[in-house]
T-cell receptor, first 120, second 116 residues
Framework: DVKVTQSSRYLVKRTGEKVFLECVQD?????MFWYRQDPGLGLRLIYF???????EKGDIPEGYSVSREKKERFSLILESASTNQTSMYLC???????????????????FGPGTRLTVL | KQEVTQIPAALSVPEGENLVLNCSFT??????LQWFRQDPGKGLTSLLL?????REQTSGRLNASLDKSSGRSTLYIAASQPGDSATYLC???????????????FGTGTRLTIIP
């Protein structure tokens, strides 16, 4: 079974602190994703990465950065945490599908358990 | 830009009843549509994935259908049980580049409560 782990289930930080959220997957997936989930807004994509050292902005990248130095690990960084970054953060991974014309078997995203971050 | 809507936001039904959860999406050029389950404070668990060329998928008491032309998907749960209580999210997948970079757009979910 695919396993996606996140470094912390609960985290409390103060405004202005630098925050690191770590995600590790054990299935050699190329794609990794960071989402945040807020009531009434659903899951929103922050950043994704389709290869080591590669990253792409999602819908809400402002205030965040990411790092992918190894294939299995994708880190989300809050350079200076703010109260509006209090949220549930979810990491996911998936197998690269090889392009839109090369459709393979089912290619779900596998999610970690989430990190509930509170910024005071 | 893809938008995914799930109505109602919450649903309560007595144990044993069959029920249908709804999902609609605005961009029909999807690659697949996926249904997830989320328990309180937890991550997402994939339930069913329907490829764009398929009409439905079944797993046990769950059946998901897809109608791309009308931009709708439904999740049918038969003989509901208290353990089915959770939030159910649907997500539409589109490709955003020629390199297979994908994007899932999620609905805000339906919180389902099964009353014993």
């Amino acid at each position: 079974d695919v396993k996606v782990t996140q470094s912390s289930r609960y985290l409390v930080k103060r405004t202005g602190e630098k925050v690191f959220l770590e995600c590790v997957q054990d299935m050699d997936h190329e794609n990794m994703f960071w989402y945040r989930q807020d009531p009434g807004l659903g899951l929103r994509l922050i950043y994704f990465s389709y290869d080591v050292k590669m990253k792409e902005k999602g819908d809400i990248p402002e205030g965040y950065s990411v790092s992918r130095e190894k294939k299995e690990r994708f880190s989300l960084i809050l350079e200076s945490a703010s109260t509006n970054q209090t949220s549930m953060y979810l990491c996911a991974s998936s197998l690269w599908t090889g392009g839109g014309a090369m459709i393979g078997a089912s290619d779900t995203q596998y999610f970690g358990p989430g990190t509930r971050l509170t910024v005071l | 830009k893809q938008e995914v809507t799930q109505i109602p936001a919450a649903l309560s039904v007595p144990e044993g009843e069959n029920l249908v959860l709804n999902c609609s999406f605005t961009d029909s050029a999807i690659y697949n549509l996926q249904w997830f389950r989320q328990d309180p404070g937890k991550g997402l668990t994939s339930l069913l994935l329907i490829q764009s060329s398929q009409r439905e998928q079944t797993s046990g008491r769950l059946n998901a259908s897809l109608d791309k032309s009308s931009g709708r998907s439904t999740l049918y749960i038969a003989a509901s049980q208290p353990g089915d209580s959770a939030t159910y999210l649907c997500a539409a997948k589109n490709f955003i580049s020629n390199f297979g970079n994908e994007k899932l757009t999620f609905g805000t979910g339906t919180r389902l409560t099964i009353i014993p």
